[in-house]
Antibody, heavy 120, light 110 residues
Framework: QLQLQESGPGLVKPSETLSLTCTVSGGSISSSSVHWGWIRRPPGKGLEWIGSIYYSGTTYYNPSLKGRVTISVDTSKNQFSLKLSSVTAADTAVYYC????????????WGRGTLVTVSS | QTVVTQEPSFSVSPGGTVTLTCGLSSGSVSTTYYPSWYQQTPGQAPRTLIYNTNTRSSGVPDRFSGSILGNKAALTITGAQADDESDYYCVLYMGSGISVFGGGTKLTVL
């Protein structure tokens, strides 16, 4: 059974870079039909799509975050990662990694989420 | 920039039927936007309910259904239950690998 698990620091200082990793278990990250993505939910706000990646390395990013976001994939470790630079308190959120069916534009399997707080 | 719109809140009586909608700030929603719907309860990860307008995700009861109503996508819940009280989000696919969330609807069952 496919599972996703986020990992990374729960506290990041303002102006620094937020880094998270998602480990895919029970299946291959190199599946031809699936992309992999990141979504976040700030406290008291709604869900926001951050971006996604295909195992080949092709990426898509939310235009509102473009320039600060980098998503990468490591097929040898069955992992993909998120880096968000120059963070502010507005980037405090629960971050979810997801299995994304790009051809139909929907998110299928979700990780449990990890809270990242931006604070000095 | 295109905004995906949802009712901020809605209420339904236990056993009742409710339809939540998902629109665009400019233009009409059609099946070409591949609307999908997600349910999130506090402290939990979101759960996928509907994709590709009207396809239920695995394990989702048939009380949940998706459709296009007029110029919006719609999620209808029939026979509402107490544990349907959640936040509901729609997503529209804008093409070029980009998906956009609506602001979410807080559904109260009372």
């Amino acid at each position: 059974q496919l599972q996703l698990q986020e990992s990374g620091p729960g506290l990041v200082k303002p102006s620094e870079t937020l880094s998270l990793t998602c480990t895919v278990s029970g299946g291959s990250i190199s599946s031809s039909s699936v992309h992999w993505g990141w979504i976040r939910r700030p406290p008291g706000k709604g869900l926001e799509w951050i971006g996604s990646i295909y195992y080949s390395g092709t990426t898509y990013y939310n235009p509102s975050l473009k320039g600060r976001v980098t998503i990468s994939v490591d097929t040898s470790k069955n992992q993909f990662s998120l880096k968000l630079s120059s963070v502010t308190a507005a980037d405090t959120a629960v971050y979810y990694c997801v299995e994304y069916y790009n051809s139909l534009g929907f998110f299928d399997l979700w990780g449990r989420g990890t809270l990242v707080t931006v604070s000095s | 920039q295109t905004v995906v719109t949802q009712e901020p809140s809605f209420s339904v009586s236990p056993g009742g039927t409710v339809t939540l909608t998902c629109g665009l700030s400019s233009g009409s929603v059609s099946t070409t936007y591949y609307p999908s719907w997600y349910q999130q309860t506090p402290g939990q990860a979101p759960r996928t309910l509907i994709y590709n307008t009207n396809t239920r995700s695995s394990g989702v009861p048939d009380r949940f259904s998706g459709s296009i109503l007029g110029n919006k996508a719609a999620l209808t819940i029939t026979g509402a239950q107490a544990d349907d009280e959640s936040d509901y989000y729609c997503v529209l696919y804008m093409g070029s690998g980009i998906s956009v969330f609506g602001g979410g609807t807080k559904l109260t069952v009372l």
